[in-house]
DNA sequence: ACCAGAGTTGAGACTAAGTCTCAATAGGAG
DNA sequence: CTCCTATTGAGACTTAGTCTCAACTCTGGT
């Protein structure tokens, strides 16, 4: 999986250097969402000495190129999820961070009808399910 | 309108004091979303003394109460719209900030979907829709 | 009208998120 | 291998947001 995100940023056009190989590799390894906090302590805890600046870059980097898509969590934070760079939707489980991807079979239709109405032209839209995942409602049960 | 936010503070049960109540009219005449260091600023422009964690204070209580809306812009900003208390998502007008309200008619299904296919539990959504407001639209194409 | 006490406030310290600058470095095309 | 440019890390800086605490002010009860 980080042999797929190196790959597109090639693509891209971009120099595939260390830290950005490294940052790829962590990325992968990485369950459900991780914010920008997350990756740089990841970096820092391995001692690759890979800089803030980098890590932001590389996250602007890889939402530009629709790799990882950035997700706004019900706290406010910022958090990120690598997936699909074709257009779609994720369910956040809340009290583990696991992602289910969902495609927007019918949101398109309410974007429609939304733009009928007030005569917006839309752009774009974000949207964002927060729920537990069925683990957790397992775990929870259990106790 | 300020007095319709405050009336909703004090069923809440909290005090109408006079920052609230400032706050509440600088919320009221703001056209389209805001941030809180718009508030902060509007309010330091008419130099009526009120903290920076004042702000933050009632942009919480109000959010709580459903009667502002945390919507999160594409360029990462936090910024807050006034709206009715009952489930509905924005659309956001980007180049004016102009919002236009949308109930959810349709959004259901596709959470209710979302959620069989997952085996989530789902607890909430996020919508947001951005685009060009009916003005935006014409000026862009008269010039 | 008065009072007491809990809720609220502003200042400012503090933390965390994110950006910017710049000299040094390292990809990679040729 | 060489050169040029993209990229890097350090650290200063900016901004968002939180926290603490002594001072203040609502508000309900008298
Ligand atoms: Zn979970
Ligand atoms: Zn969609
Ligand atoms: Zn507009
Ligand atoms: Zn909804």
Chains 1, 2 share one sequence.
Not at 88 to 101: P, T
Request: negative net charge; hydrophobic residues 40%.
């Amino acid at each position: 999986m980080a042999r797929e995100l190196l790959e597109a940023l090639d693509q891209a056009g971009v120099r595939l250097t260390g830290p950005r190989r490294e940052l790829a590799a962590l990325i992968a390894r990485r369950q459900g969402h991780f914010t920008a906090a997350d990756l740089l302590a990841d970096a820092e805890q391995r001692s690759l000495g890979i800089g803030r600046a980098t890590v932001f870059r590389l996250l602007e980097l890889l939402a530009d190129q629709n790799l990882v898509e950035r997700v706004d969590l019900p706290d406010g934070r910022h958090a990120y999820v690598p997936c699909e760079p074709s257009h779609h939707h994720h369910l956040v489980c809340v009290s583990c961070g696991a992602i289910s991807e969902v495609d927007d079979c019918g949101i398109d239709a309410v974007t429609a009808e939304a733009a009928r109405r007030s005569g917006f032209e839309i752009q774009s839209h974000r949207l964002e399910l927060f729920g537990r995942c069925p683990r957790c409602q397992n775990v929870e049960s259990r106790q």
